[in-house]
């Protein structure tokens, strides 16, 4: 079992930066792959970004390249999601969350945070 806790969030302008931590308990948090989700208002939830367990390689939705970075610290059991350049359609409760498996992933996740609240402001 992983117990995630995610902290960060707030309100922010259009342009602006955040940058989101979940720290990890638990289960071995360094023998598993991380991963961030979105869930915006009234849609799904979706993916955003993910990181292997030695943080070695990283994956990114389309909409958020070139703008998010996911990094992890193995050593502090924390996972960081650096959000540039933000836009009002990055509004959103972000989800950090941890899989069984060390291998990079999707969708492949098991532990879930409680989630931490975006808006970005036009």
């Known amino acids: 079992q992983v117990q995630l806790v995610e902290s960060g969030g707030g309100l922010v302008q259009a342009g602006g930066s955040l940058r989101l931590s979940c720290r990890g308990s638990?289960?071995?948090?360094?023998?598993?792959?991380m991963g961030w989700f979105r869930q915006p208002p009234g849609k799904e939830r979706e993916f955003v970004a993910g990181?292997?367990?030695?943080?070695?390689?990283?994956i990114y939705a389309d909409s958020v390249k070139g703008r998010f970075t996911i990094s992890r610290d193995n050593a502090k059991n924390t996972v960081d999601l650096q959000m540039n350049s933000l836009k009002p359609e990055d509004t959103a409760v972000y989800y950090c969350?941890?899989?069984?498996?060390?291998?990079?992933?999707?969708?492949?996740?098991?532990?879930w945070g409680q989630g931490t609240q975006v808006t970005v402001s036009p």
């Open positions: 969350a941890a899989s069984r498996s060390g291998l990079l992933t999707t969708n492949a996740y098991a532990y």
């Open positions: 638990g289960r071995t948090f360094s023998g598993s792959a």
């Open positions: 990181i292997n367990r030695n943080g070695g390689s990283t």
